[in-house]
């Protein structure tokens, strides 16, 4: 397996680079890449698409306060919080914010960069742009499942976000969230304008 202190994608974001507002945060990831090194190989992709959830959001499953499930999101900036959805697939998150408050940022869509060979057996699929285009289908590329839920992702190990490279203001669309009922004004979906694998324009 790669030594993942020697990634190409730079060293892993900070932990004060996620304890900020939680919006900010998930327009900053955009650029960033997101890394996993499972003992399958290695698997990574440049975040294209990102989803903020504040805990006085409605949408957001901190909403109602803390609970078993959503527990992560109340811990460490920088942890992650995986859940699984609809009974069917994984979602990835970022703890954003204070520790103590239940924020994150959902990771929508990855461009493939690194381990796409491992991607495409993982969903039996070979085309580049439906890879990691939508959260459960990241995940399943990425193979990404709850057994990582509270990980540092702070730290070069299993699972880490990279520096990447950041994404400039006018490359930047933002708009209302996919798939929710409620809070859907809040303009909180951020994606690269001219990227080919966001989940939907």
């Not at 901190?62 to 900036?77: K, V």
């Not at 697939?89 to 990855?110: D, K, P, S």
């Not at 540092?152 to 209302?176: C, F, M, N």
Request: with cysteine; proline share 7%.
């Amino acid at each position: 397996m790669q030594n993942p202190t020697l990634s190409p994608f730079g060293k892993p974001l900070l932990r004060a680079f996620y304890g900020r507002e939680t919006t900010l945060v998930a327009r900053e990831l955009l650029g960033r890449v997101l890394i996993h090194a499972s003992p399958e190989g290695m698997a990574a992709g440049r975040i294209v698409e990102t989803e903020a959830y504040r805990q006085d959001d409605p949408a957001s499953h901190s909403y109602r306060g803390q609970t078993p499930r959503n527990a992560p999101m109340f811990g460490a900036p920088g942890t992650a919080y995986v859940y699984f959805i609809y009974g069917t697939h994984w979602c990835f998150n970022v703890v954003t914010a204070q520790e103590g408050i239940g924020e994150a940022a959902l990771i929508r869509a990855l461009e493939p960069l690194e381990g796409i060979a491992l991607m495409e057996r993982r969903r039996n699929l070979a085309d580049l742009r439906r890879l990691c285009r939508g959260p459960g289908s990241l995940c399943a590329a990425m193979g990404i499942t709850g057994a990582l839920n509270s990980a540092d992702l702070t730290q070069p190990g299993t699972v880490w976000i990279a520096e990447g490279q950041p994404v400039s203001d006018p490359q930047v669309v933002s708009t209302q969230r996919v798939g929710i009922t409620r809070a859907v004004h809040h303009p909180w979906r951020y994606y690269v304008a001219n990227s080919r694998y966001i989940s939907r324009k």
